[in-house]
């Protein structure tokens, strides 16, 4: 046995001593508050990035490029892992979290402006973000630095998230969709592991937002206007 999955299971048995009884409430069924859907990425904490330590409080998706859009064989539609909890478990609350330096936006917007050669199930969901971001390219200064070109991206990308879980049709008007991005890059000006709030329901105007949101104005943040 390794000493890292040694490592990991010690780690595991303090976990369970300290939440010994913090599942008492969900064991045999959740109501959580939000679903959040992240990037897969071992810099982007799920649960810690919010504070976070309560079993049942956030149902956690992840997938690389903090995709809602699932393909099938009928065409896109709200992925259902971030369906399941707005359908079944009566979650009001979904929440886009993109991150700054993000690989898949970087990825996309690498195969998009030179072509990569990536396997097959990489691939398959570089193929889902593409024609999402690519008519952002446009857009961009031509004279822009690549990772500022990723970093307004990503909030391109958050945009285009919140926007297919407004328009879909299985995602009920009352449910309240965010957009934000977690910065440890030092992007937004802030501290590293901010979490910066760039759309709410689908406005993106910072001003609009600060004057309807005064308690939370200074964690209202955008890189781009487009």
Same mark, same amino acid.
């Given at each position: 046995?390794?000493?890292?999955?040694?490592?990991?299971?010690?780690?595991?048995?303090?976990?369970?001593?300290?939440?010994?009884?913090?599942?008492?409430?969900?064991?045999?069924?959740?109501?959580?508050?939000?679903?959040?859907?992240?990037?897969?990425?071992?810099?982007?904490?799920?649960?810690?990035?919010?504070?976070?330590?309560?079993?049942?409080?956030?149902?956690?998706?992840?997938?690389?490029?903090?995709?809602?859009?699932?393909?099938?064989?009928?065409?896109?539609?709200?992925?259902?892992?971030?369906?399941?909890?707005?359908?079944?478990?009566?979650?009001?609350?979904?929440?886009?979290?993109?991150?700054?330096?993000?690989?898949?936006?970087?990825?996309?917007?690498?195969?998009?402006?030179?072509?990569?050669?990536?396997?097959? $199930?990489?691939? /398959?969901?570089?193929? @889902?973000?593409?024609?999402?971001?690519?008519? *952002? +390219?446009?857009?961009?200064?031509? &004279? !822009?630095?690549?990772?500022?070109?990723?970093?307004?991206?990503?909030?391109?990308?958050?945009?285009?998230?919140?926007?297919?879980?407004?328009?879909?049709?299985?995602?009920?008007?009352?449910?309240?969709?965010?957009?934000?991005?977690?910065?440890?890059?030092?992007?937004?000006?802030?501290?590293? $592991?901010?979490? /910066?709030?760039?759309? @709410?329901?689908?406005?993106?105007?910072?001003? *609009? +937002?600060?004057?309807?949101?005064? &308690? !939370?104005?200074?964690?209202?943040?955008?890189?781009?206007?487009?």
């Amino acid at each position: 046995m390794s000493q890292l999955l040694r490592d990991l299971l010690a780690g595991n048995a303090d976990h369970a001593a300290e939440f010994r009884d913090r599942f008492d409430q969900v064991q045999n069924s959740q109501t959580p508050d939000a679903v959040t859907v992240c990037c897969s990425d071992s810099r982007v904490l799920q649960d810690h990035m919010w504070g976070n330590s309560e079993p049942g409080h956030l149902f956690t998706c992840s997938n690389i490029g903090n995709r809602v859009i699932q393909r099938t064989a009928s065409g896109e539609a709200v992925s259902g892992d971030v369906l399941y909890p707005i359908e079944h478990t009566m979650t009001e609350t979904a929440i886009v979290v993109g991150h700054t330096g993000c690989g898949a936006v970087t990825a996309t917007y690498d195969d998009l402006t030179d072509g990569l050669d990536e396997p097959a $199930g990489i691939e /398959h969901c570089l193929g @889902v973000l593409k024609p999402h971001l690519e008519p *952002a +390219l446009a857009h961009l200064p031509e &004279d !822009i630095e690549r990772a500022a070109a990723v970093n307004r991206l990503v909030e391109y990308n958050v945009d285009r998230q919140v926007e297919f879980l407004r328009s879909s049709d299985d995602v009920p008007d009352a449910v309240d969709v965010f957009g934000v991005v977690y910065d440890f890059q030092d992007v937004y000006g802030g501290r590293r $592991g901010e979490v /910066h709030v760039i759309n @709410v329901d689908g406005e993106t105007d910072v001003d *609009a +937002l600060r004057a309807a949101h005064p &308690d !939370i104005d200074s964690r209202i943040n955008r890189l781009w206007e487009y």
